[in-house]
């Protein structure tokens, strides 16, 4: 599905991201891990088309997308949580869900201008959609809380299901435990598998949280100074002597 071939990218001097090149497969969990400054969100950034590489290639669902900006990639499917603004604090959670642009230039509201009916079935489609994606999150208690008082957690849950009103094909979630507490993050979890199993979506995501990426995740990636470390199962990457130095140096 996505294919990184030596990807380098250097601010000014310093070569953050250093000859990355792995691929991920259609309805894998890819775990991305390794000590602060790693080049991790470097490479986010890369593969969402947030920064431009300084060589290397990049490539998804067999094409050439290196150098494609954020939006392009987005109606392409590739959608990167943070790449949705984060919530807006005064609307609700529903509105929030109903914010997110459609990815398939088609179903843009905008398109439909010229046909009233149409736009307010469209509408009527978007906010089915949302209320579907809050049940299946089981936030539909806060539908019409102010997505500012909602918990860490729940605010991660609302970040995964602005994912969902897309058309997702690959979703990078960067650090989705981060902050969340252990009730939360289970459920979270279970979503993730859910999505990925019977949605079909695949996943990459940097994550600090071993115990979540010892369930979600295959392949694990370790990456260090830049640098694709190793790549392979959970144990393997865990036991692996160079990793382990690499987060003792941290
Ligand atoms: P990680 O996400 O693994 O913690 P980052 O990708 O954030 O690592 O950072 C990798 C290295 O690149 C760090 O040393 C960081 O200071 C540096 N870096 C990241 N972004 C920039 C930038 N915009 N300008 C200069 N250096 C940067």
């Not at 250097?10 to 991305?32: H, P, Q, W």
């Not at 609307?91 to 088609?106: A, D, F, K, W």
């Not at 809050?134 to 208690?141: A, P, S």
């Not at 979600?216 to 990636?221: H, M, Y």
Request: aromatic fraction near 8%; include cysteine; charged fraction near 25%.
């Amino acid at each position: 599905m996505l294919e990184l071939d030596r990807l380098v990218m250097d601010f000014g001097r310093f070569r953050a991201v250093n000859n990355c090149s792995f691929r991920v497969e259609e309805g894998s969990i890819t775990g991305l891990i390794g000590p602060n400054g790693a080049g991790k969100t470097t490479l986010f950034n890369l593969i969402a088309g947030a920064f431009h590489p300084t060589s290397g290639r990049i490539r998804f669902l067999g094409e050439d997308v290196t150098g494609l900006a954020s939006h392009q990639l987005f109606h392409k499917g590739l959608v990167r949580t943070f790449q949705i603004p984060h919530e807006f604090h005064k609307l609700t959670t529903l509105e929030n869900l109903m914010m997110v642009p459609p990815s398939q230039p088609g179903e843009s509201l905008f398109s439909n201008w010229f046909a009233w009916r149409r736009v307010s079935s469209a509408e009527r489609d978007v906010e089915r959609r949302a209320y579907e994606t809050l049940e299946f999150l089981e936030l539909t208690q806060v539908a019409h809380e102010p997505a500012g008082n909602l918990s860490g957690g729940q605010k991660k849950l609302l970040e995964l299901g602005r994912t969902m009103m897309t058309d997702a094909k690959l979703v990078l979630l960067d650090e989705p435990a981060a902050g969340v507490n252990r009730t939360l993050l289970r459920k979270l979890e279970t979503k993730i598998e859910i999505l990925n199993r019977d949605r079909g979506y695949t996943f990459i995501l940097i994550e600090h949280d071993m115990e979540m990426i010892e369930k979600l995740c295959a392949p694990v990636i370790c990456m260090a100074e830049g640098r694709v470390l190793i790549e392979g199962d959970f144990e393997t990457v865990r036991s692996n002597p160079q990793v382990l130095e690499a987060y003792l140096g941290e």
